[in-house]
């Protein structure tokens, strides 16, 4: 039984996107998203739709690849979909089927919320295909810096996001070899009731519990013996900076930006 994830994992390629300064990914991301979450028309969709559809293209990542990274997450569009179909009453009814209903505003809003959300998807995976977990380590670190000017663990927050990038894929490959590994024994995770599955899964769950302690214990000795002081100035082996290739990148997102909310203060 083998236990893939895709989300996240880095897809090596020579393109604008992925040479762009990470401060200024994650940036242009945040202001990608809020405006995507604000379209609410059919022109906005179209439009946020061509310029994710242009990002893909300049990313140079297979379509196909970005799929496989956010089918885990197919379900819950179906879900929200479905829910807005069915409870959303607002409008003419354009279908029934005994106690069920759809009118025309579910209609809309189950467009129109699922839209939102795939292309907000799409757009995060893009940038995680696109940049290494050092790089959006250092990035993190660098855009939380201020904080500890006022005291907050800015550099500890990054450390901690960094080691959680770290020990996800880690921690899945421990759960597909204990799951093999109870297999192998006897165990059946696919037979029997709710109840009976839910068991089988305690076993793996307390095996997957006693690897993460192990883990952090062997990393803190790590961090301990190498004398890491959390908060100390750190350099890197890399300096990012700031180009011409970063200013066209947050220009056409502020482009984008105002474009939106001028088709929403026209609609």
């Known amino acids: 039984m083998a236990l893939r994830i895709s ?11 992925h040479a ?3 401060r200024v990914k994650l940036w ?20 946020a739709l061509a310029f994710v559809a242009a990002l893909l293209v300049a990313a140079r990542v297979p379509a196909g690849r970005v799929l496989a990274s956010i089918r885990p ?15 959303v009453r607002t409008g003419e009814v354009v279908a029934s ?13 189950a467009v129109l919320y699922t839209a939102r959300f795939a292309l907000a998807l799409v757009t995060g995976s893009v940038v995680m295909l696109t940049t290494t977990p050092t790089q959006l380590a250092d990035a993190f670190d660098r855009m939380l810096s201020p904080l500890s000017r006022i ?3 800015g550099h500890e927050i990054a450390m901690v996001f960094s080691l959680m990038m770290r020990f996800v894929p880690t921690l899945a490959d421990e759960t597909s070899a204990i799951i093999d590994a109870q297999s192998l024994r006897g165990g059946a995770f ?19 519990l006693a690897s993460g302690l192990r883990h952090a214990d062997g990393l803190s000795r790590a961090l301990d013996a190498r004398c890491y002081e959390g908060g100390s100035s750190r350099t890197h082996l890399h300096e990012p900076s700031i180009g011409p290739r970063e200013l066209i990148a947050a220009a056409l997102t502020a482009a984008f930006v105002a474009l939106l909310a001028l088709l929403g203060a026209l609609a």
């Open 7 to 17: 989300i996240g994992q880095y897809y090596a390629a020579d393109s604008p996107v």
């Open 20 to 22: 762009l300064d990470a």
């Open 28 to 47: 242009c991301v945040l202001a990608t998203l809020v405006a995507i979450f604000c379209a609410a028309g059919p022109a906005q969709l179209a439009l």
């Open 73 to 87: 997450l197919m379900v819950f569009l179906a879900v929200l979909s479905l829910f807005n179909l069915l409870f």
């Open 97 to 109: 089927l005994g106690p069920l209903s759809v009118t025309a505003g579910g209609v809309s809003a």
């Open 151 to 153: 005291g907050l663990p």
């Open 190 to 208: 696919d037979e029997g009731g709710p109840v009976r599955r839910v068991r089988s899964i305690v076993p793996v769950v307390v095996a997957l």
